[in-house]
């Protein structure tokens, strides 16, 4: 070691960002972005009715929908900033406490903290191993009540996954924690910047570190968390930076130490292998556990929604499920606890709002960032792209276009990115298990070239 540890609590101002966040409307090209960040998604139908209606009052009226399950409001005017906070906070989509600054830390750094994924089917699915929403309550209050914590990024981000079916497993996360069974028991395997390891998966695996209970689970993040900010400096950010400096085994040592429980470090964690997860849940209607009840989900194209489409989405979970909206981590929607007799007419109300609910709809297959229009590193207008593109796209093929290699749209590599490089030019990579977008296989094609291409590698996946 070459470096002194820093002091324990690292005040937020060291980690300044350029996230944007409820609080804070960070300018884009195509005006202010607004994020609203969801507990595990979720939003209740007057918040989505609230967020509707601002973004058509004090915005574009477009409203997108982000890979970590939140919502942002695109083309904030000028002059509107205050009004749209205020008309949020009305509605309780803020941090818990509200705008005023709690226990010392400020609504900003409660907001950015509040950074866990969980399946959109928590609590909805027979097959999980354990319903995560009780947990997922208690760590979301200890992020958002424990000052020190403001000290975090606001891309520092945890995934807790309960085994569901359903679950977007491929996001590296900067601690993730999966139910493992145990003979008859559940605990949580947990590992730092990375994802849980799939069985079959053709990604690099890292295994777990160790497991614990669930019930000190909460006490568990709580010292990983300090851990990090023990040792991390302040360029640290996330979890992989850390690592590069500090083994595995030492960050474990020192959790052990501020922890009243053993880590579970036995052979069996570090075989243990998440079974594979079925993003196919997200589209169409499937039975949800016992209880009878099934859930609908769809894809806004290109991950993005008008008023309108909000509107007629809070109007229909109302009438047919719980009256609450829960966002997907694949920038889609899902409405939980609709009535058998409820499931043809919630389906044709979503198609009928313009969402794609079948996987033969290639725009349930093609993701596009902001591109051009709404970003000045962009290359190209990336969405109007992939509209063209999605026109021609084969059959079960998933495409990724990116206007600069940022790639905002996607924290996971997609079997096919397209990587703008000039307006309307594009090099194609294929996914092949090395970093970023994997190995590049074409340059500077059109639209159309591309299409051809993903053509000819969908009949024969060897030949580019
Ligand atoms: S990937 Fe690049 S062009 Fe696209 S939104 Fe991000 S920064 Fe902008």
Redesign the pocket.
């Known amino acids: 070691m070459n470096h002194t540890p820093t002091p324990a609590v690292l005040p937020a101002t060291l980690r300044p960002s350029a996230c944007p966040g409820l609080l804070r409307i960070v300018p884009a090209r195509d005006g202010g972005i607004c994020r609203i960040t969801l507990p595990c998604g979720e939003l209740r139908a007057p918040e989505a009715l609230a967020i509707a209606d601002a973004a058509r009052q004090h915005g574009s009226g477009v409203i997108e929908a982000t890979n970590r399950s939140n919502l942002q409001i695109r083309g904030v005017r000028a002059g509107h900033e205050t009004a749209l906070v205020e008309r949020l906070l009305e509605a309780g989509l803020g941090p818990r406490g509200g705008a005023e600054a709690t226990d010392g830390m400020s609504a900003s750094a409660r907001d950015d903290v509040r950074n866990l994924m969980t399946s959109p089917l928590a609590g909805r699915d027979s097959h999980a191993l354990i319903d995560t929403t009780p947990l997922a309550a208690q760590i979301l209050a200890l992020l958002q009540g424990t000052p020190r914590f403001a000290g975090l990024s606001p891309k520092f981000a945890l995934l807790l996954d309960g085994g569901e079916r359903l679950a977007r497993l491929d996001h590296p996360h900067d601690i993730w924690l999966a139910a493992m069974p145990d003979g008859a028991r559940v605990r949580f395997a947990f590992g730092l910047a990375g994802c849980p390891p799939v069985a079959g998966s053709d990604a690099a695996l890292t295994p777990a570190l160790a497991a614990v209970e669930p019930s000190e689970v909460p006490e568990l993040v709580c010292a990983l968390l300090d851990t990090f900010l023990e040792l991390a400096f302040p360029d640290d950010t996330r979890m992989r930076n850390l690592l590069a400096t500090h083994s595995s085994d030492t960050i474990l040592e020192r959790v052990e130490r501020r922890v009243n429980f053993t880590l579970l470090r036995r052979q069996s964690v570090r075989a243990w292998r998440r079974v594979p997860a079925d993003a196919s849940f997200r589209l169409g209607a499937h039975p949800q556990n016992a209880d009878g009840l099934w859930h609908v989900g769809g894809q806004p194209p290109l991950g993005r929604m008008d008023s309108p489409m909000l509107h007629g989405l809070a109007e229909l979970a109302s009438e047919s499920g719980n009256a609450t909206v829960r966002m997907t981590p694949w920038q889609g929607v899902l409405l939980p606890d609709i009535e058998p007799q409820a499931v043809s007419g919630a389906l044709e109300r979503l198609a009928s709002l313009g969402l794609a609910c079948e996987p033969a709809d290639p725009l349930t297959r093609v993701i596009a ?3 051009s229009t709404g ?1 000045a ?2 290359n190209t207008d ?1 969405k109007a792209d992939a509209r063209a593109l999605a026109a021609r796209l084969p059959e079960r093929v998933e495409v990724h276009l ?3 290699p ?3 749209a996607a924290a996971h590599c997609a079997p096919y990115t397209l990587l703008a490089v000039a307006p309307l030019r594009y090099d194609l990579y294929r996914r092949d298990g090395t970093p970023g977008f994997g190995q590049c296989i074409a340059h500077h094609l059109t639209i159309e070239q591309a299409a051809d291409s993903l053509e000819r590698l969908a009949r024969s996946p060897l030949d580019a």
């Open positions: 960032c902001a591109g970003c590193k962009g990336t990116s206007g600069c940022r790639s905002c």
